[in-house]
């Protein structure tokens, strides 16, 4: 298994273009979530989804939309751009496994907008 | 979900115990302690979770008070690869792992 893969690794962007960051997962996992990291803080949830066709917003979904067409993907865009989201973006999948979740991180995808 | 408290960071000896509080005074019946790990620029990982008994596995034990107000994580022979920001997290058994909410954790330091 790969498990939750993330492109791309790095990303530029000039400030109001827009950009999909790609998230896909091989465990058939139900769950799958998007998060961002800004410098020093802890991650904040983005938007989250728990099943293909059913999405909802998490704690910062302001400028960002997802779909989730399939179980396996999850893909996050930035409609326009602005220096405020540069960040590292997580992708996270999880299942539940008798009373607790196992959930599972990307690698990240570090976007600079300038 | 309930909200943690944890110092900001801490320091540990490289071989000694590191033992990591968290306070979450308002949990409720329904939700599990976990702790996650991120060493820097990776993507935070699982290391173990409990409701209200205490738990061991390989990488850390978890010892969660009768009250189930506080817990603490403890590494018991920490190494250098054990520098990272650690997180304790609240979550309810029914909204689960998709919406963790992380606070800004316990930063680690290991030193030799």
């Known amino acids: 298994n790969a498990g939750v893969t993330q492109t791309p690794k790095f990303q530029v962007l000039k400030t109001g273009q827009s950009m999909t960051l790609q998230c896909a997962q091989d465990?058939?996992?139900?769950?799958m979530s998007w998060y961002r990291q800004d410098p020093g803080m802890g991650l904040r949830l983005i938007h989250y989804?728990?099943?293909?066709?059913?999405?909802d917003q998490g704690e910062v979904p302001n400028g960002y939309n997802v779909s989730r067409s399939t179980t396996e993907d999850f893909p996050l865009r930035l409609l326009s751009a602005a220096p405020s989201q540069t960040s590292v973006y997580f992708c996270?999948?999880?299942?539940?496994?008798?009373?607790?979740?196992?959930?599972?991180f990307g690698p990240g995808t570090r976007l600079t907008v300038t | 979900d309930a909200k943690t408290t944890q110092p900001p960071s801490m320091d540990c000896a490289e071989g000694r115990a590191a033992n990591l509080p968290c306070n979450h005074s308002?949990?409720?019946?329904?939700?599990?302690v976990y702790w996650y790990r991120q060493i820097h620029s990776q993507g935070p990982q699982y290391i173990i979770h409990?409701?209200?008994n205490n738990e061991t596995n390989e990488m850390a034990s978890l010892i969660i008070t009768e009250d189930r107000k506080s817990s603490t994580l403890i590494l018991p022979h920490a190494t250098l690869r054990d520098t990272a920001v650690y997180y304790c997290?609240?979550?309810?058994?029914?909204?689960?792992?998709?919406?963790?909410?992380f606070g800004a954790g316990t930063r680690l330091f290991v030193k030799a």
């Open positions: 996270a999948s999880s299942t539940r496994t008798g009373y607790y979740y196992e959930q599972y």
């Open positions: 465990m058939n996992h139900e769950y």
């Open positions: 989804s728990v099943g293909a066709g059913i999405t």
């Open positions: 308002t949990i409720s019946g329904n939700e599990y």
């Open positions: 409990g409701l209200k």
């Open positions: 997290i609240v979550r309810d058994l029914y909204t689960g792992g998709f919406k963790t909410i």
